[in-house]
């Protein structure tokens, strides 16, 4: 016998058998292998990728119409115009700005002689809702200022009026 044999017995055999020391470590690993390898299965976890589709929506920029006329202003003088803004969204509107004024005219008025006094932010009149229209007043002020150079012009307005979603 080698000195790394080992010697067991086998009942069902019933006689000795020779096992060399490598074949014990092997049978030695895989049954450590066989029963720690189920404690480890209970360990692990899986993490998923998935890719989802999300599709924005469709904005379309707001109109804006002004209708009204103003006549016979003098020096300090305030009146108003309509705005139509229409919101064809599918989410509510504000009128966040309605700013503006004139240009020079030949006659020697200065610009901004006539210009729009803006709203307040706040005013819940300037929140417009998802598929319809509203009527927004705008205010429109003669300076002070404006002298016999701007009396009896006709002036054109300029209105810029910003609109964002309402939050």
Known sequence: MTENAILLSSPERGRPFIMNRTAIITVAAVSALAVGGTAAYAYYSWTHNTKVTIKSAE??????????????MLPGDIRTLTALVGNDNDFPVRVTKMAG???????????????????????????????????????????????????????????????????
Not at 62 to 69: A, R, T, Y
Not at 148 to 154: N, T
């Open 59 to 72: 904005v379309t920029e707001p109109s804006v119409k002004i209708s009204g006329s103003v006549t016979g």
């Open 101 to 167: 004024g004139t240009a020079a005219t030949r006659s020697g008025c200065p610009e901004w002689a006539i210009r729009v006094k803006e709203p307040s932010r706040s005013d819940p009149a300037l929140l417009v809702p998802a598929h319809s229209s509203k009527k927004i007043t705008v205010r429109v002020e003669m300076q002070r200022w404006a002298d016999q150079k701007c009396a009896g012009q006709e002036f054109a307005l300029d209105l810029v009026t910003s609109i964002a979603p309402a939050s």
